[in-house]
């Protein structure tokens, strides 16, 4: 079971001016004349891990008993660690549009594509002739013409005036090669929103692109990012050091984001402490001066993150937990090497 919130080495104060108390020892989790060691059974009694809200492309979940350095892995690991699918190369055969070539194919390359980078290999050298276990194939043709029979000197919408005056990501269309087709029956490649602008045109213009997707990492190119956002926040902790006064219990309720703080039988209470953004406003009155202290947990950590599209949140964390376990593997496999060789030489 988790230590009480009210452990005052779990909080990281909240002061008018500055923050106290950020580091809570030298060491985290140790402190001197006490003994720390690592106990297992006694760390997974103080791993809480709980999801608050799911939705088709966000996951708020808490993180509870771990270390800063801990959280702040396996949120850079979700943004640049976690492999995705994104277009690496495009060949222009054609564009006629106001766009400059560089800039469509640089808007093109940034579309999230509904992959699973599962079922890729990574190419495996910058050079590697194209194959259809390592690449995806997207072509975007499209030509603008005028519709027959509509007066423009009427008609000033550009949809009703011409055909594909707008060019959307739902245009792009896969190109299956080898096994792809029977690889992909069920899931065919295709763009995660069907209606990114990416470009407009006018009759006689046209865009004829044939493009590569490959396999990447967020650490070499944004565009490889599963997640839009992926962020945490420590729980904040509120405590009454002494009753508010009946007068002024109104103005406290207001210091704070509603559903904070409730008046109940005349008493405030802390309602949901989640829903506070810490503003330290109620810090600002002196008539609330040593009644009130603030806080955040240092070991609870609220994350929130928005997929992209390419993984479903719910298998982001796990897909990040599973990279951080192989870099903890191949550290260690890279010590008993090194122990190895020094009891050789030895």
Same mark, same amino acid.
Request: with cysteine; glycine share 4%; hydrophobic share 35%.
């Given at each position: ?12 104060? @909240? ?22 060691? $690592? !106990?297992?059974?006694?760390?997974? &009694? !103080? ?14 979940? *808490? ?13 850079? @690991?979700?943004? #640049? ?11 222009? $055969?054609?564009?006629?549009?106001? +766009?400059? *070539? ?5 808007? /093109? ?35 603008? *013409?005028?519709?027959?029979? /509509? ?5 000033? &919408? ?12 739902? +245009?792009?269309? $896969?190109?299956?090669?080898? *096994? ?32 590569? #997707?490959?396999?990447?990492?967020? +650490? ?6 599963? @997640? ?40 405030? /209470? ?7 953004? /810490? ?15 603030? !806080? ?34 191949? @550290? ?15």
């Amino acid at each position: 079971m988790s230590r009480s919130l009210d452990d005052p080495r779990r909080h990281v104060q @909240v002061l008018p001016e500055r923050i106290g108390a950020v580091a809570g020892s030298e060491f985290p989790g140790h402190y001197p004349g006490e003994d720390h060691s $690592w !106990n297992l059974q006694k760390f997974t &009694d !103080n791993l809480i891990t709980s999801v608050q809200r799911l939705t088709p492309s966000t996951i708020e979940f *808490d993180l509870v008993g771990v270390d800063a350095s801990v959280a702040n892995s396996l949120r850079r @690991v979700m943004i #640049a660690e976690v492999p995705t699918i994104a277009i690496e190369e495009i060949y222009v $055969w054609n564009n006629t549009s106001i +766009m400059q *070539d560089e800039v469509l194919c640089h808007r /093109v390359g940034l579309v999230p594509l509904k992959i699973d980078p599962r079922s890729l290999k990574y190419r495996p050298t910058p050079h590697s002739a194209p194959h259809e276990t390592d690449t995806v194939v997207f072509d975007l043709s499209v030509r603008c *013409d005028k519709r027959p029979g /509509v007066d423009s000197k009427i008609e000033k &919408d550009p949809k009703k005036l011409y055909y594909d005056s707008n060019v959307y990501t739902g +245009m792009m269309k $896969w190109s299956p090669s080898g *096994d792809q087709q029977k690889k992909y029956k069920h899931n065919p490649p295709k763009p995660v929103d069907q209606d990114i602008l990416l470009c407009k045109l006018r009759p006689g213009q046209q865009i004829d692109l044939h493009c590569f #997707a490959r396999k990447g990492l967020g +650490m070499d190119h944004a565009k490889f990012s599963p @997640v839009a956002t992926a962020s945490y926040r420590l729980l904040p902790h509120i405590i009454l050091r002494e009753p508010i006064p009946i007068e002024h219990q109104e103005k406290f309720k207001n210091c704070f984001p509603q559903g904070v703080i409730e008046i109940e039988n005349n008493e405030v /209470v802390v309602k949901n402490p989640r829903k506070d953004t /810490v503003s330290r406003e109620v810090l600002r009155h002196p008539e609330f001066a040593d009644k009130v202290e603030l !806080n955040r947990i240092r070991d609870h950590f609220i994350f929130n993150v928005e997929s992209t599209g390419q993984y479903n949140p719910e298998e982001l964390v796990p897909e990040a937990i599973k990279i951080l376990l192989g870099k903890i593997t191949a @550290v260690e496999e890279g010590l008993d090497k090194l122990f190895a060789n020094e009891g050789q030489v030895a």
